[in-house]
């Protein structure tokens, strides 16, 4: 059983700054990406960040060069720091992960539960 778990959500104030946290666990035998998604009330699911196994990163343009996305593939787990965080970037921030799981025929993709993070004053 494959689980994805976030941490590190929670309030933050306008300009301020917070780590998200994921970590997969399981029967997992290789993982090709694992990446942020958020979904803001009333709107839909967009993509965050994403990092592959080759090294490559992708951002939304609106999160350049505020947000960076780690990852240790020893450990599969998966970092969000998020700097200068506005109001309108409140949303449940979900971990995605591509992997394959061990006994599966082929890559599949799994999330987390998500994390809240309000951006207020």
């Known amino acids: 059983q494959v689980q994805l778990v976030e941490s590190g959500g929670g309030e933050v104030q306008p300009g301020g700054s917070l780590t998200l946290s994921c970590a997969a666990s399981?029967?997992?035998?290789?993982?090709?990406?694992m990446g942020w998604y958020r979904r803001a009330p009333g709107k839909g699911r967009e993509l965050v960040a994403v990092?592959?196994?080759?090294?490559?990163?992708r951002y939304a343009d609106s999160v350049k060069a505020r947000f960076t996305i780690s990852r240790d593939h020893a450990n599969n787990t998966a970092s969000l720091q998020m700097n200068n965080l506005k109001p309108e970037e409140t949303a449940v921030y979900y971990c995605?992960?591509?992997?394959?799981?061990?006994?599966?025929?082929?890559?599949?993709?799994?999330w987390g539960q998500g994390t809240q993070v309000p951006v207020s004053s």
């Open positions: 399981g029967n997992i035998m290789a993982i090709s990406s």
């Open positions: 995605n992960a591509i992997l394959r799981a061990a006994h599966g025929p082929s890559f599949s993709r799994y």
């Open positions: 990092d592959t196994s080759g090294g490559t990163t």
